[in-house]
Each structure stands twice: as structure tokens, then as C-alpha cells.
């Protein structure tokens, strides 16, 4: 399966949410063995919304809506292994402190590997997992999600996967 999202202000707005919002839903499911997130750009933004009780898996931050540490943190706690990868940027600050101390309070700090690029040249923007890999032109920010015009790509069919797990892990480790 492929499916594109072309996004400006105007169109598409809300279908990056959704898409990452069904993505990480079906992490807590069942958890991928490692998932790769890279973003030059990061924030701890709002992800999914457990107002209503939908995720019980999610009930110990309490009725509201989940951010993407959050959600990292419970996929760790679940035994999945998270590589995020960006940028030494003063913007990601913020998300790299709040998703090490969150690791340290569950205890899957062994599970949580933050990785920076010294050099300041990623550019990559990628999300994979098992069985999907999306890739595009917006990071993980505000921002990106809902305002700049973006465009991203989902891709599911095994190849494709494949390859975007073995190249996510050899530029920045994890598991296969």
C-alpha cells in the first residue's frame, strides 16, 4: 500500500495527524522491535488524543492528549526499541530532555537511543517501523504537521520496508 499526503494550510491540514496518530495506534498494538524516528527538527507535540479513555494503555499520563515522548516512552516500556535521530538545533532541546527523563522514570533508558548529528547535515525526515516506512519532506514539529506545506509518503509493501529498516539501521543503529 502507498499513500501520499500533499498538505498545505487550505487542504490536508489534519490527514498528517491522523496518518501519525493511526501509525503510533497500531504501535501500541503491537509494537514494532525498533522504530526509527528522524527529524532534523523536533517537538514533543501532541499526538494522540486519549480524552475519552481510548488507549488505557496511555490512562497513567491521565485523560487527555498524549505527547509524542509519551507515546515513545510506553512503546519502550512495551519493549520496543526507539532511535530518534536529529539534530544538535537549540529547538530539540526540549523534546531530547523531556524524552531522556521520561525514559529514566520508566526505566527503558537501555530502550531509548537519542541519536544527534554532529555535523548538522540530516536532512532526512523518516518514520519506520515492521511493517511501514514514511518518509517525506516534514519534520516532527508543530510546524510541520500543521502549518508549512508538506508532503509525505507511506509505504507498506515488504521491499520497500525492508530496505527503509536496514538503511535507517545501518546510518543509525537500532535492531533489525
Given at each position: 500500500?502507498?499513500?501520499?499526503?500533499?498538505?498545505?494550510?487550505?487542504?490536508?491540514?489534519?490527514?498528517?495527524?491522523?496518518l501519525?496518530?493511526?501509525?503510533?495506534?497500531?504501535?501500541?498494538?503491537?509494537?514494532?522491535?525498533?522504530?526509527w524516528?528522524?527529524?532534523?527538527?523536533?517537538?514533543?507535540?501532541e499526538?494522540?488524543?486519549?480524552?475519552?479513555?481510548?488507549?488505557?494503555?496511555?490512562?497513567?499520563?491521565?485523560?487527555?492528549?498524549?505527547?509524542?515522548s509519551?507515546?515513545?516512552?510506553?512503546?519502550?516500556?512495551?519493549?520496543?526499541?526507539?532511535?530518534?535521530?536529529?539534530?544538535?538545533?537549540?529547538?530539540?532541546?526540549a523534546?531530547?530532555?523531556?524524552?531522556?527523563?521520561?525514559?529514566?522514570?520508566?526505566?527503558?533508558?537501555?530502550?531509548?537511543?537519542?541519536?544527534?548529528?554532529?555535523?548538522?547535515r540530516?536532512?532526512?525526515?523518516?518514520?519506520?517501523g515492521?511493517?511501514?516506512?514514511?518518509?517525506?519532506?516534514?519534520?516532527?514539529?508543530?510546524?510541520?504537521?500543521?502549518?508549512?506545506?508538506e508532503?509525505?509518503?507511506?509505504?507498506?509493501?515488504?521491499?520497500?520496508?525492508v530496505?527503509?529498516?536496514?538503511d535507517?539501521?545501518?546510518?543509525?543503529?537500532?535492531?533489525?
Open positions: 500500500m502507498n499513500r501520499v499526503i500533499r498538505k498545505s494550510r487550505a487542504q490536508s491540514a489534519s490527514e498528517a495527524l491522523d501519525l496518530g493511526a501509525l503510533f495506534t497500531a504501535e501500541l498494538l503491537a509494537p514494532s522491535k525498533c522504530i524516528l528522524v527529524s532534523p527538527w523536533i517537538s514533543d507535540i499526538i494522540l488524543d486519549n480524552v475519552a479513555g481510548t488507549y488505557p494503555v496511555l490512562d497513567h499520563y491521565g485523560k487527555r492528549v498524549v505527547r509524542l509519551e507515546v515513545l516512552g510506553t512503546l519502550a516500556a512495551d519493549g520496543a526499541r526507539i532511535v530518534v535521530a536529529t539534530t544538535l538545533d537549540a529547538h530539540n532541546d523534546f531530547t530532555r523531556r524524552m531522556g527523563m521520561l525514559s529514566r522514570d520508566l526505566r527503558v533508558e537501555h530502550l531509548v537511543d537519542i541519536r544527534t548529528d554532529p555535523s548538522g540530516l536532512h532526512t525526515k523518516a518514520l519506520t515492521d511493517g511501514y516506512a514514511l518518509a517525506g519532506s516534514m519534520n516532527i514539529t508543530y510546524n510541520g504537521v500543521f502549518i508549512r506545506e508532503q509525505i509518503e507511506l509505504r507498506t509493501d515488504e521491499e520497500y520496508v530496505q527503509a529498516r536496514m535507517a539501521y545501518d546510518r543509525f543503529g537500532g535492531v533489525l
